[in-house]
């Protein structure tokens, strides 16, 4: 590669970037972005944003981080996400909430309010959910859900207000989308060719989480969002998998909590899943 061929990819990274923060600080009701042009993680860095305010006895604000590259990128299980720069949404929101009941159904919340998200960059209601955190349009997958709930006092002091914290960390392919495992990925851009500003896509998901934060209070509502949104219907046989245990059994829908139940193929019981793998049969 020449210099002069180097000194034009970084001037157009440099303005790659410029482009996705100025469209970012544009967007109307966003505050306490974090924009970086990379990084390891976005999630490690709002975990470091909450380890300092703990340190100095402080609450813990809501913060919005995002990237336009991540170098190691991880979603569930610890499982490398992919993030190269510009290709994707790369996002982690800092949220304290009151109760543990309101934690509990964070994931079900966030997966709904990106879907929502999604439907209105792709112009139509078909981002669906297959359990537990992956984003599938058409049946491929568009992205992911990590959230991590922070223990209170982890970093030292803990929080004086007595919330609970958690880091909602999601990533969705914006264009040019790599393949996940078994499933095809698809990305925005794939699904809208017309759509050309990362910054806005961005905007777009985080305002649809963030409205649905608003409704946490509303156990049943989001319950049945989020069964509507399910690629899992009642009746449907699973394959399950949870660390080195595995089976089958029938879908029988999710309790308030946002736990898949089973009921087991071979005894007959019902199962609760809060974690693992699941696939039709």
Same mark, same amino acid.
């Given at each position: 590669m020449t210099e002069e061929h180097s000194?034009? &990819?970084? =001037?157009?990274e440099a303005q790659a970037f410029e482009n996705f923060r100025a469209s970012l600080a544009a967007e109307p009701g966003l505050a306490n972005l974090v924009v970086l042009e990379t990084i390891d993680s976005t999630q490690r860095l709002a975990r470091r944003i909450v380890d300092e305010y703990r340190r100095d006895g402080g609450s813990v604000p809501t913060v919005q981080v995002l990237a336009l590259e991540q170098t190691v990128g991880r979603g569930r299980r610890g499982?490398? !996400?992919q993030s190269p720069s510009g290709a994707g949404?790369?996002?982690?929101m800092l949220v304290s909430l009151k109760r543990q009941e309101e934690l509990e159904r964070l994931p079900l919340a966030v997966a709904i309010g990106l879907c929502r998200g999604v439907d209105e960059?792709?112009? &139509? =209601?078909?981002?669906?959910?297959? !359990?537990?955190?992956?984003?599938?349009?058409?049946? =491929?997958k568009l992205g992911g859900i990590l959230i991590e709930q922070i223990a209170p006092g982890a970093a030292g002091a803990g929080d004086p207000s007595g919330s609970l914290d958690a880091i909602i960390g999601f990533g969705v392919n914006f264009r040019a989308a790599a393949e996940h495992g078994a499933l095809v990925a698809t990305s925005l851009c794939d699904e809208n060719p017309a759509m050309t500003s990362l910054g806005a896509a961005a905007a777009e998901l985080l305002r649809g989480v963030q409205r649905v934060l608003e409704g946490l209070g509303r156990p049943a509502e989001i319950l049945k969002a989020y069964g509507r949104r399910s690629l899992h219907r009642p009746g449907d046989m699973l394959n399950w998998r949870v660390g080195g245990e595995s089976g089958s059994g029938e879908f029988l829908g999710f309790d308030e909590r946002g736990f898949l139940r089973l009921r087991d193929a071979e005894t007959g019981e019902e199962r609760l899943l809060f974690a693992g793998e699941v696939r039709g049969r």
């Open positions: 000194g034009s &990819e970084d =001037r157009a499982n490398a !996400w949404v790369y996002a982690s960059l792709i112009g &139509e =209601r078909r981002c669906s959910l297959k !359990w537990p955190n992956d984003l599938l349009v058409n049946g =491929r």
